[in-house]
């Protein structure tokens, strides 16, 4: 089992920045795809950017492409989610999430995810 514990969710005006954190812990052997969903108030989880751990591969919702980058430092088992240029729509909490790449070397938002934090908020006023 992998435990998952994010950070850096906070309160910021539009335009601004944050970096959440997640750091696995546990059995991550065959946890190779990671990465970051959220789920406002009155609406369903969604995907905001994973990625292969073994490698380069990336995806991220349409919504965060150019403003949203996920990167990772294995030597720390941590994966990081750089949030520029927030809007009030990115206000929600932020999950992070691990799961398998089934032997390929990319991994997608709309994969199977089994290990999830307990999440981080992140707070856009206009």
């Known amino acids: 089992q992998v435990q998952l514990v994010e950070s850096g969710g906070g309160s910021v005006q539009a335009g601004g920045s944050l970096r959440l954190s997640c750091v696995a812990s546990?059995?991550?052997?065959?946890?190779?795809?990671m990465g970051w969903f959220r789920q406002a108030p009155g609406k369903e989880r969604e995907g905001v950017a994973v990625?292969?751990?073994?490698?380069?591969?990336?995806d991220y919702a349409d919504s965060v492409k150019g403003r949203f980058t996920i990167s990772q430092d294995n030597a720390r088992h941590t994966v990081y989610l750089q949030m520029n240029s927030l809007k009030p729509e990115d206000t929600a909490m932020y999950y992070c999430?691990?799961?398998?790449?089934?032997?390929?070397?990319?991994?997608?938002?709309?994969?199977?995810?089994?290990?999830w934090g307990q999440g981080t908020q992140v707070t856009v006023a206009s």
């Open positions: 999430a691990a799961g398998q790449s089934y032997g390929t070397s990319w991994c997608q938002i709309s994969g199977e995810y089994v290990d």
């Open positions: 546990g059995y991550t052997g065959n946890r190779k795809c």
């Open positions: 990625l292969y751990t073994g490698g380069r591969s990336t």
